[in-house]
């Protein structure tokens, strides 16, 4: 006999980091940026109208994707805005990916594309990237229903060129290619000077990290109109008032102050760089990062046991119990003061007092 239960969702969800309550701990686990948002958004948030509350926002935020559009010298029908950029991607999947071919993402990349496609029934495959984690453009030359690239990848750090993404876009002249740039800001490259020639390009970007903005949930892609009217018409068969009318609000004043934003993303580069150096100190191998975190393998050490003593210690870094992966640690970069923690820290757990 059938039962309710046999009809429940199968997916295996996404977890993201762990979130500790409670206590003092230092949070380098979920890729959040350590420092306030611009004072710029605080004042939005404290001088907003509640008494505008009684009207939907705008279905399609426009004010703030004018602003977005401003600043990357495009027009506002080029741009969308949704509540973070995990929905923009998931919206991004429902419309453009609903053909019979897989669509192609790397294998060691966002753990989320393969959930989107599991719970959309969406084709796909796992490319491998190389021994170093590099993508490889050849690999993206093969008959796919759409392609995704994380540019800087995560978890791996590693920041690809313009021409790279060029030629996968050449080789894909009748795929959606979606370029995931939700740490662009911390030292990749954007795509977003090849939206003019190439109107299948859909470049996805967040508030949450370069934008102190994790708890406010925007996220914007830019790409043709024509694919923004699909994902429009994406988000209206799901949620058509996806981000509310104080984050747009908090968006917009966001956008307004590109000093802070500079400065916050300049402290934290700084600070990856003097956590890089000190962790090769130690032995450890990474890669050169261009995003607001390190990716590290300790050779020697197994990344699980390290994981444990820096939770023990209360420092909250990611291990992901996957192939190709699990002998690493993925440490968010935090202020300096909760990088010295963690250097002081890890020092003693390797024995290495250097
Ligand atoms: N893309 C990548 C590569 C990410 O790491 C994240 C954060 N987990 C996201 C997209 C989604 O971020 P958000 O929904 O906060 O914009």
Not at 309 to 315: Q, R, V
Request: aromatic share 10%.
């Amino acid at each position: 006999m059938s039962s309710w239960r046999d009809n429940l969702i199968k997916t295996e969800p996404y977890v993201a980091g762990e979130q500790p309550k409670g206590g003092k701990f230092i949070k380098l686990n979920a890729n959040e940026n350590p420092y306030p948002p611009s004072p710029m958004v605080e004042k939005a948030i404290a001088g907003f109208r509640a008494a505008g509350l009684n009207k939907y926002p705008d279905a399609n935020v426009a004010p703030l994707c004018e602003a977005l559009a401003k600043r990357a010298g495009v027009d506002t029908d080029n741009v969308f805005a949704g509540n973070g950029s995990d929905e923009v991607l998931a919206l991004a999947f429902r419309a453009f990916f609903n053909s019979e071919l897989p669509v192609l993402f790397a294998d060691v990349t966002y753990s989320f594309y393969p959930v989107w496609c599991e719970n959309m029934g969406i084709r796909y495959e796992c490319i491998p990237l190389d021994d170093a984690f590099n993508y490889k453009a050849e690999d993206y030359a093969r008959p796919n229903g759409g392609v995704v690239i994380c540019n800087p990848n995560a978890p791996t750090t590693i920041g690809r060129d313009l021409d790279f993404i060029r030629s996968v876009l050449d080789a894909n002249r009748d795929s959606v290619v979606i370029v995931d740039e939700a740490y662009v800001d911390f030292g990749g490259v954007s795509s977003l000077p090849l939206l003019s020639e190439y109107d299948n390009l859909l470049v996805v970007q967040t508030f949450s990290k370069s934008r102190s903005m994790a708890g406010m949930r925007i996220g914007c892609a830019f790409g043709s109109k024509e694919l923004i009217a699909a994902l429009r018409a994406a988000k209206d068969s799901y949620n058509s008032y996806p981000l509310d009318s104080v984050a747009i609000a908090a968006g917009i004043a966001s956008v307004s102050d590109e000093s802070y934003f500079a400065d916050t993303v300049g402290k934290i580069t700084a600070t990856r760089d003097r956590l890089t150096g000190a962790l090769r100190d130690m032995g450890a191998e990474l890669p050169d990062s261009s995003t607001n975190f390190v990716f590290a393998r300790f050779p020697g050490h197994s990344a699980v046991d390290i994981y444990n003593a820096l939770k023990t210690k209360g420092i909250y870094v990611r291990y992901f119990n996957k192939p190709r992966i699990d002998d690493r640690l993925r440490i968010t970069i935090g202020t300096d003061e909760e990088t010295d923690m963690l250097i002081e820290n890890l020092r003693r757990i390797l024995g290495n007092n250097c």
